[in-house]
């Protein structure tokens, strides 16, 4: 289903039904994704290292910032993991614990946006930074805030609505069961001499060619037995 430009239809799944053949729902992934609440349109074309989380999974990958959401590889690779009803948390700065930084520099007669520009772009922290914190001097912010902004840059929660659909997802999530195919051949248990490999079965990888090796090492497979 994914990226009907190069070619690829429904035709696979179409055949499985008409054989009864079990397919799981099908949803668009390695995907860019759509805000669902927020606009930071003025941020598109934005990249920076995160690491983005979601349940027990992690990405350490550039982010890119779109008119409407996020792409890039930490994004895409998440993609995959993504629970629609569940935020994704992102890590703004990985190899620092925004708390200490702020506490450390607590002290200076320093403004926090003017801090936190000197790790990261200036237009990000204008834009995550929450109006009232935004001109606070480390010296004179109270500890909510600087727990806060800590929380806001180390765990930017972000909630998303939608994928950027089929014409842009690299990948399927879903598809023919596998419980209904021979791991050895890839033959349909039910249908002999019927064979679904690649990205129509319901196998799906990272982004880094495990999608590749799934489609040409079945292939291989399938090859051998037919
Ligand atoms: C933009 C993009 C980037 C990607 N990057 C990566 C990557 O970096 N690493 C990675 O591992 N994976 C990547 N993938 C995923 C990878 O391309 C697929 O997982 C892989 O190509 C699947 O191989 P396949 O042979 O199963 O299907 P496909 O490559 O889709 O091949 C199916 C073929 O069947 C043809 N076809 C359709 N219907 C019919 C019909 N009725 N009769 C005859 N022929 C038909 C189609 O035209 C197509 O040529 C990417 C995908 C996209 C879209």
Known sequence: MSFPKVGATAFGYEIARQFDINVLKTRPSLVPLRFADSNHAALSGLATETIARCGAQEFRENILFTHRGLSGPAVLQISNYRNPRQAVVFDLLPDTDVRELLETNRDANRKIKNLLSSYLPQRLVNEILPGPASDLS?????????????NLFNSWEVKFSDTEGWHKAEVTLGGVDTDELSSKTMESKKVPGLYFIGEVVDVTGWQGGYNFQWAWSRGFACGQSV
């Not at 480390?138 to 800590?150: I, K, R, S, Y």
């Open 138 to 150: 480390l010296g004179n912010a109270p500890v909510e805030v600087l727990e806060q902004v800590a």
